[in-house]
């Protein structure tokens, strides 16, 4: 199965920690998306990354969130100092170079306890 | 940020019937739609796609209309059955590839 890898699916921290997702895209995409769904929301744009650049990051929030998607290695979402604002379901997507239609992961389910 | 609206949360049909799902955008630099489709605890699955140079596009079941001037797409199920009871997102991409999601419609088809 190539299909868009995330892990963890299920993630639990403490306030004031830290969380990192990691996404690999579909063998032989460069673009990945991130999204974030609330409890009961639809899906929120945040980050999109190409290989080693960050294309529009406008829908991040501009503390304690970060995303990169180096030259080797998946896609990594961080979230420094975790609240519980944070607990939501993450999406990565991913899509190739004449993309119209990205794939979506399973998901990483984040709980901040 | 709402530059795609899906303005129904839900929607409930007999089983049989059609089901409308519908779906407006305000950019005019989106150029290809798509619809996703979800269940609880998975990621969205893609569904069909329209490129703005069409108005429709049919699969199957699922239809998807375009018009271009309103800033509406439509995605059409029929006949509608019970296990296509999920959410639905709606999507527009520009072409440097940023891609946005309304809020869902949450179909139940009822047996």
């Known amino acids: 199965n190539a299909g868009v890898m995330q892990n963890p699916r299920h993630l639990v921290r403490r306030r004031g920690q830290e969380a990192r997702l990691r996404c690999s895209p579909m063998?032989?995409?460069?673009?990945v998306y991130w999204y974030r769904q609330l409890p009961e929301e639809g899906l929120k744009f945040m980050v999109y990354?190409?290989?080693?650049?960050?294309?529009?990051e406008s829908g991040m929030p501009k503390e304690r969130f970060s995303a990169e998607f180096p030259k080797e290695g998946p896609s990594i979402l961080r979230i420094q100092q975790v609240v519980r604002g944070d607990s939501a379901a993450y999406f990565c997507?991913?899509?190739?170079?004449?993309?119209?239609?990205?794939?979506f992961g399973e998901g990483s389910w984040l709980t901040v306890v | 940020d709402q530059q795609v609206k899906q303005n129904s949360p839900s929607l409930s049909v007999q089983e049989g019937r059609i089901s409308i799902l519908n779906c407006d955008y305000t950019?005019?630099?989106?150029?290809?739609f798509l619809w996703y489709k979800k269940y609880p605890a998975e990621g969205p699955t893609f569904l069909i796609s329209?490129?703005?140079?069409?108005d429709k596009n049919e699969d199957g079941r699922f239809t998807v209309f375009l018009n271009k001037s309103a800033k509406h797409l439509s995605l059409h199920i029929v006949p509608s059955q019970p296990g296509d009871s999920a959410v639905y997102f709606c999507?527009?991409?520009?072409?440097?590839?940023?891609?946005?999601f309304g809020a869902g419609t949450r179909l139940t088809v009822k047996p």
């Open positions: 999507a527009a991409r520009a072409q440097n590839n940023d891609m946005r």
């Open positions: 329209i490129s703005s140079i069409k």
């Open positions: 950019n005019s630099m989106f150029d290809y």
């Open positions: 063998k032989g995409h460069s673009h």
């Open positions: 990354l190409q290989k080693e650049n960050i294309i529009d």
């Open positions: 997507a991913s899509s190739g170079e004449a993309g119209n239609t990205i794939y």
